[in-house]
């Protein structure tokens, strides 16, 4: 097909241009579910955000329960080893106890067609009184329906233990249960 030009313009360069923008674009959106899913505990719509042969490796976290720090192999096996456990074990909504709560920022894109190479920078809360800092390093695929992680690592470069004392709020599934209007 002949190169397309109005004016000065090259369609097939705004094509490409506007491809990008929407694949970083699909890029975050998996990011920000993937916090958003572990925040709430919806195991199956987390689960969706891997590829079915990702890898998760953990570095940093057996400060929060002995046994995490190694590699997660396979979307099932990550929900179940990884993330039930860690989460679950952690979160009592009656007595105000949250799991997790991400605050995730400074993510970095590098796009490489069908994958995409990305860092952001972590600040989370965990079971009311333990701060984690870290960051996350994926490595992101393209497939049919969506973006997903084909590996992650998560390193928690800083974490200390907080003296958290009349501890109260509501947990992310209250919030999100909540209509949107007024």
């Given at each position: 097909m002949d190169k397309v030009e109005i004016g000065n313009v090259d369609l097939d360069d705004v094509l490409a241009r506007l491809q990008r923008l929407e694949d970083?674009?699909?890029v975050r959106h998996t990011w920000r579910d993937y916090c958003i899913r572990l925040d709430t505990a919806d195991w199956e719509a987390?689960?969706?955000v891997?590829?079915?042969d990702a890898v998760v490796d953990i570095?940093?976290?057996?400060?929060?329960?002995?046994g995490a720090d190694r590699a997660?192999?396979?979307?099932?096996?990550?929900?179940?080893?990884?993330?039930?456990?860690?989460?679950?074990?952690?979160?009592?909504?009656?007595?105000?106890?949250?799991?997790?709560?991400?605050?995730?920022?400074?993510?970095q894109i590098?796009?490489?067609?069908?994958?995409?190479?990305?860092?952001?920078?972590?600040?989370e809360i965990a079971a009311?009184?333990?701060?984690?800092?870290?960051?996350?390093?994926?490595?992101?695929r393209r497939e049919a329906d969506r973006w997903r992680f084909a590996f992650l690592r998560i390193t928690v470069?800083?974490?200390?233990?907080?003296?958290?004392?009349?501890?109260?709020?509501?947990?992310l599934q209250s919030v999100m249960a909540k209509p949107y209007k007024a």
């Amino acid at each position: 097909m002949d190169k397309v030009e109005i004016g000065n313009v090259d369609l097939d360069d705004v094509l490409a241009r506007l491809q990008r923008l929407e694949d970083l674009e699909a890029v975050r959106h998996t990011w920000r579910d993937y916090c958003i899913r572990l925040d709430t505990a919806d195991w199956e719509a987390l689960g969706d955000v891997f590829c079915e042969d990702a890898v998760v490796d953990i570095a940093g976290l057996n400060y929060l329960f002995d046994g995490a720090d190694r590699a997660y192999r396979g979307r099932e096996n990550i929900l179940r080893e990884l993330y039930k456990p860690a989460i679950e074990g952690a979160d009592d909504v009656t007595a105000n106890l949250f799991a997790t709560g991400h605050i995730s920022t400074n993510m970095q894109i590098d796009l490489k067609g069908d994958e995409a190479e990305t860092l952001a920078y972590f600040f989370e809360i965990a079971a009311n009184d333990k701060i984690l800092i870290g960051t996350y390093q994926h490595r992101m695929r393209r497939e049919a329906d969506r973006w997903r992680f084909a590996f992650l690592r998560i390193t928690v470069r800083y974490h200390a233990t907080i003296d958290a004392k009349d501890i109260g709020g509501l947990s992310l599934q209250s919030v999100m249960a909540k209509p949107y209007k007024a």
